[in-house]
């Protein structure tokens, strides 16, 4: 195996999979071997370099992910619950490291994927940004110092494209909150406000979502009692940290014992 693991980018044509495709060009720590994308999909059999408006890599998006899995040492998915519960089985299968960003996954899909966890090492995380896991790590301290008295809420804005709300880092905040106070999310989440709502219930955790334009990504946490506030905020302003933080996860994947990890494992926090 060459010193540098080699790593497939599914869902190459999106966002994220074409800056994870730019910066494992760029790396000297990790090479890139493949990109995946959906059978049918117009990048599928052309040159990944031409897709992205370059020259000519010598690689060819490809539709076959069991093929691409075989050889690789890692796998880096940002797509769509459906396509990531499919791809954590072929890369348990591969026993590729397996970093997942996808968000909007449900208990079905996180079923399937603890599932093929018992054969692989898996990295999922709503955000892979230093910062944020820093944010997160915060906001519980905070919720645990403060009693119920404290209004807790989140709030994240996005780019007009985001399918889901709230994002997976909102929710990764608000669980937070939740664990720093001793309750289950579920149980306390306020995920939606229109018209004569009542007065806000005590202990609640609410999440409000904006969508608009090209925003990255922007969370704040908001500790809200009479007389006073504390926020806590985190602004992305290039995704590119996604996707460093996402490398640094394949690597740091490499030679564990299977399992389900995060990126508070990742960062050692």
């Known amino acids: 195996m060459s010193e540098r693991p080699g790593v497939v980018v599914t869902g190459a044509s999106g966002r994220m999979g074409q800056m994870l495709v730019r910066l494992l060009r760029q790396s000297d720590k990790a090479r890139l071997i493949a990109c995946v994308e959906r059978a049918g999909h117009p990048w599928v059999g052309q040159d990944i370099g031409a897709c992205l408006g370059g020259a000519d890599l010598g690689l060819r998006v490809t539709d076959d992910a069991l093929e691409a899995f075989s050889r690789a040492q890692a796998v880096i998915d940002f797509t769509v619950p459906a396509a990531t519960v499919e791809f954590a089985a072929l890369a348990a299968q591969a026993r590729a490291v397996h970093v997942i960003g996808t968000t909007g996954l449900e208990a079905a899909h996180l079923a399937r994927i603890s599932a093929a966890a018992r054969h692989a090492v898996i990295v999922r995380a709503g955000n892979m ?3 944020v896991n820093l944010l997160v790590q915060l906001t519980r301290k905070v919720a645990q110092a403060l ?3 404290w209004d807790i809420e989140v709030v994240e804005a996005h780019h007009r494209m985001k399918v889901d ?3 997976g880092t909102a929710l990764m905040l608000g669980q937070a909150a939740a664990d720093g106070r001793g309750v289950v999310l579920d149980e306390v989440s306020d995920r939606g406000r229109d018209g004569i709502t009542g007065a806000r219930g005590r202990g609640m955790i609410g999440f409000s979502a904006i969508r608009g334009g090209d925003i990255v990504g922007e969370h704040d946490v908001i500790f809200a009692a009479d007389g006073e506030r504390v926020v806590l905020r985190h602004i992305a302003t290039d ?9 640094r996860a394949a690597l740091w994947g490499q030679g564990r014992k299977p399992g389900e990890y995060d990126m508070i494992d990742v960062l050692g926090l």
């Open 129 to 131: 940004s230093l910062g």
């Open 147 to 149: 009693d119920a008295d």
């Open 165 to 167: 709300a709230p994002s």
């Open 239 to 247: 995704r590119a940290i996604f996707a460093r933080g996402a490398i």
